[in-house]
């Protein structure tokens, strides 16, 4: 399913879209340059689910937790692997421990970047930008 956004405020809408399709268990790659709104969605899931504090892109800490109020999901695991160089660099993480947790989702930016270190996804959606125009592809 393909959609177009034009605002931060659109893209979270079709954020809370999907969060309502989410069980706990889901491990969701979102692929996208710089800038096309992989964070700003996972702002719109976490938002949708229950959490009120500021949502930021994990570049730095490579992994951010959100705790959520929702009865089947009880955390948000937001990971960007854009500064992995190489997959040995997520072996402290213990990826392979907290995704797939059944309480837990998962959103992996720079997926590509893991390596045969991460699992296959449930969902991948795909962040494409062309001027002012977001265009985000579910899959």
Do not use: C
């Amino acid at each position: 399913m393909t959609h177009t956004t034009h605002s931060e405020e659109e893209t979270q809408a079709i954020a809370a879209e999907l969060a309502t399709t989410l069980k706990g268990g889901e491990v969701v790659y979102l692929q996208g340059d710089l800038g096309a709104g992989k964070t700003t969605f996972v702002r719109g899931v976490a938002r949708a689910l229950g959490f009120t504090e500021p949502v930021r892109s994990p570049t730095f800490t490579i992994m951010n937790r959100y705790p959520v109020d929702h009865p089947t999901i009880k955390q948000i695991l937001h990971v960007d692997l854009y500064r992995i160089e190489d997959t040995s660099e997520l072996i402290p993480l213990a990826l392979e421990e907290e995704l797939g947790r059944p309480k837990t989702v998962a959103f992996i930016e720079w997926p590509e970047r893991g390596g045969d270190q991460l699992q296959d996804p449930d969902k991948t959606i795909i962040f494409q930008v062309d001027g002012d125009t977001h265009t985000i592809e579910i899959n």
